[in-house]
């Protein structure tokens, strides 16, 4: 439970519904497909509590949360992150020369390429793009990601099922020989039909580009990420207790 009454903002697209980062500890911060609106916590506030079904818009749609990060409507906003280590310098470099081919392809194309702690945007080679952008740093990127078009990521559990719980098509890219990418997310993502898997070194720029064309804006229709984890996890403490 949250130390203090979280705020009123929820995001969430159609079907899917979450809780800010700030709204929860660090233990709670997967995503909730709300089936019932009693599922919400009752210290939260606001007049955006008003229910809704499967077919119905959820608390924020995603028109209004791109909005609010400064997207146009008629935009196709693509997300690139590695997470916060330094060892997807080489696939940031990769897509951002994917990049002059995919606007071609997609002209309302807007790229955000995030390098994250440990990488040196200037050490990237983007040169003077329209529509290309580097950043050092995203605030709340987990938002931008759930209102993208697009994502482009390496093999990461985490940022990888928070696409797949917002329904957001996405590319990944495995760490080569890392066993946990490789295989039991590449695994997970299989159950959930989610994401498009590419392999590094079979993939040069204009294969990226050409992906990034076929998948930004898809429809997609993975399995639902189930949300009981909390209260199994609750079940079981609560009979050692």
Not at 82 to 95: F, T
Not at 96 to 122: C, D, S, T
Not at 133 to 142: F, K, M, Q, S
Request: proline share 6%; net charge negative; with cysteine.
């Amino acid at each position: 439970m949250p130390s203090t009454p979280p705020a009123s903002v929820l995001v969430a697209s159609p079907r899917v519904a979450r809780l800010s980062r700030q709204q929860w500890s660090n233990a709670v911060r997967d995503l909730l497909k709300l089936t019932d609106i009693s599922d919400i916590d009752s210290t939260v506030s606001g007049d955006a509590l008003i229910g809704f079904d499967d077919e119905a818009d959820a608390l924020y749609v995603t028109e209004q949360l791109r909005a609010q990060l400064g997207y146009a409507p008629d935009e196709r906003v693509c997300v690139v992150a590695v997470g916060g280590s330094g060892v997807g310098s080489d696939l940031l470099r990769r897509v951002i020369a994917a990049f002059p081919q995919a606007k071609r392809l997609v002209p309302e194309l807007r790229m955000i390429v995030v390098a994250g702690p440990r990488i040196n945007p200037g050490s990237l080679g983007a040169s003077d793009l329209d529509g290309l952008e580097v950043r050092a740093y995203v605030h709340d990127l987990y938002r931008h990601l759930a209102a993208c078009d697009l994502a482009v990521v390496q093999g990461g559990l985490t940022t990888a099922m928070e696409l797949t719980a917002n329904q957001r098509p996405f590319i990944y890219f495995p760490l080569k020989h890392h066993f946990e990418q490789s295989f039991h997310v590449h695994h997970r993502l299989q159950r959930h039909r989610a994401g498009r898997r590419m392999d590094f070194d079979a993939s040069p720029p204009d294969a990226i580009a050409e992906a990034i064309g076929q998948e930004i804006g898809r429809e997609v229709d993975y399995r639902p990420v189930t949300t009981d984890g909390a209260a199994r996890a609750a079940g079981l403490i609560a009979e050692l207790l």
